[in-house]
């Protein structure tokens, strides 16, 4: 094992695990919005809009994050629209969300007991009110697990972000092995890249899990 060689090019891991760590953050907080507004669009059951909600997540789901990035990044240009590599790992990435966190969300919104909102309709409350109040605090509390679960999937598919021309974890990792040939030293420190990147969100993930289901906010009985 190369140390020297593995010291000399840290400084480049960090920088690129810098730049996975922003287009990651950035296409999940996009997904986060969208993924609870199409949520709450399916649970009203709005007309038109619910059923393009529905197509839009099947066919996110069910199409691999790679073929949309290649979409974006080479089937795009030929309809003359021209957008960097960065926007497209974003868009990219924000498309497969959004449909990860709307099913997240919808499960967490279904699970609410629908007399909570009759009884808030009974006091008075709005709609917007009930949603804004009731249903959605119990909803994030619910849906905790699956959400941390789609942040930590969503964050290691960034590794296909390379076939943008991303100067990513991966897109550094494949080029120091081309030009060095340190190919155990090279994947030892993407490894470690993603671990010191993925593991405090895990953990993380997993003290703010435990706190709500003990804690009286996301005890369902206490409600």
């Known amino acids: 094992m190369d140390f020297d060689y593995m010291i000399q090019y840290a400084p480049l891991f960090v920088e690129a695990a810098g730049i996975t760590l922003y287009i990651g953050l950035m296409g999940i907080a996009i997904s ?9 669009i399916r649970y009203h059951k709005i007309p038109i809009l619910t059923e393009i909600c529905g197509a839009y997540i099947e066919l996110s789901r069910n199409t691999p994050l790679l073929v949309q990035l290649f979409f974006l990044y080479f089937g795009l240009p030929k309809l003359g629209i021209h957008i960097s590599g960065e926007v497209c ?15 997240a969300f919808r499960s967490g919104l279904e699970s609410i007991p629908f007399s909570q909102t009759e009884s808030a309709e009974a006091l008075g409350f ?8 009731i249903i959605i605090p119990q909803t994030f509390t619910v849906s905790i697990p699956p959400l941390c679960a789609n942040v930590l999937f969503l964050i290691k598919e960034t590794s296909v972000f390379s076939v943008c021309a991303v100067p990513d974890l991966m897109y550094v990792a494949k080029d120091l092995i081309g030009l060095y040939y340190k ?5 030892w420190m993407l490894v470690i890249a993603y671990l010191i990147i993925l593991l405090p969100i895990s ?10 289901r003990y804690g009286r906010f996301g005890n369902s009985s206490a409600l």
Not at 32 to 40: D, E, N, P, Q, W
């Open 126 to 133: 709005t709609k917007v009110q009930i949603m804004r109040f």
């Open 32 to 40: 986060l919005v969208l993924g609870l507004a199409m949520s709450i």
């Open 89 to 103: 790992a974003t868009i990219g990435l924000a498309f497969l969300g959004t449909s990860y966190m709307a099913e």
């Open 183 to 187: 190919t155990d030293e090279t994947l």
């Open 203 to 212: 953990i993380g993930a997993s003290i703010l899990e435990r706190k709500l």
